[in-house]
């Protein structure tokens, strides 16, 4: 059985970094475009309160969470888009009161979880330490919109490994979504360098496997994240099966997202 404690910690460390990032905003600021077609930085943190929101519910009010899940199934193309919308349309001062307000509730209530608790979502149903999990996931990465829009150079941290394991972990579902037979299971040994760049190695799989993938950390972080072009990043492949995963790698639920163009391609 997980306990969620350390990466409940991370969450709310990784919340707390992006949330020092936008807090001295202005309003011209909010308004600025990220890398997400259509969003702005207001769209990014909206997302992150609606989201939060959604799994507070999963976690204390199942009968809410379905019905939500029940509007979901109506407009499964847009309702992402639309909870985003509706939030960005708040003031920037109320924006971040709400956002502050659902993740400190989300994690008061992981924290409060019975122990081998699992929760309804939009996929499988997940532990607390899985949601919270998913949630760092999420904040990472449309942390990294949010810094991409504002040109800011993050540094990267320890709590990228949680990532990293998700990357790794939903490996068969990006096959799948593909509609590509789905390497075995001891096929691929992932060896990452850790950000602290003193030479540790973040390593998932068997180490004999015949197919290997290699790098930093944060690029593969940004790979299967889609927050960056695998051209763009130092995470190579050895083997066909390792060489296919990073062009379709995804550490998210759903459809395959459409990424983000190389750097030398023409948008």
Do not use: N
């Not at 969620?4 to 992006?18: H, I, Q, Y």
């Not at 060896?191 to 799989?205: D, F, H, I, S």
């Amino acid at each position: 059985m997980s306990d969620p404690t350390r990466v409940l910690d991370d969450l709310r460390a990784e919340s707390e970094e992006l949330d020092r990032l936008v807090a001295e905003l202005s309003p011209e600021q909010w308004a600025l475009a990220t890398p997400a077609p259509r969003w702005t930085i207001a769209h990014q943190i909206a997302h992150l309160a609606w989201t939060d929101h959604s799994a507070l519910l999963a976690v204390t009010d199942e009968d809410a969470f379905r019905a939500l899940v029940d509007k979901a199934l109506t407009a499964p193309e847009s309702f992402v888009d639309e909870g985003a919308d509706q939030g960005s349309r708040l003031p920037c001062a109320e924006l971040v009161k709400r956002w502050r307000e659902s993740r400190a509730a989300l994690d008061r209530a992981l924290r409060e979880a019975p122990p081998g608790a699992r929760f309804p979502w939009y996929g499988p149903p997940m532990s607390a330490a899985s949601m919270a999990t998913g949630r760092l996931m999420e904040t990472w990465a449309h942390g990294q919109d949010v810094a991409d829009a504002l040109g800011v150079v993050r540094t990267p941290t320890d709590r990228l490994k949680h990532v990293a394991r998700i990357g790794v972990r939903a490996r068969d579902f990006a096959f799948g979504i593909h509609g590509l037979p789905v390497p075995a299971a001891d096929a691929i040994r992932v060896e990452l360098t850790a950000p602290t760049g003193e030479g540790e190695l973040w390593t998932y799989g068997p180490e004999d496997a015949p197919q290997r993938v290699t790098g930093p950390a944060l690029d593969f972080c940004l790979l299967v994240t889609q927050r960056a072009h695998r051209a763009d990043l130092a995470v190579r492949a050895t083997g066909p099966d390792a060489d296919r995963w990073l062009d379709i790698a995804q550490a998210f639920a759903g459809p395959p997202g459409t990424g983000r163009p190389g750097k030398g391609t023409a948008e």
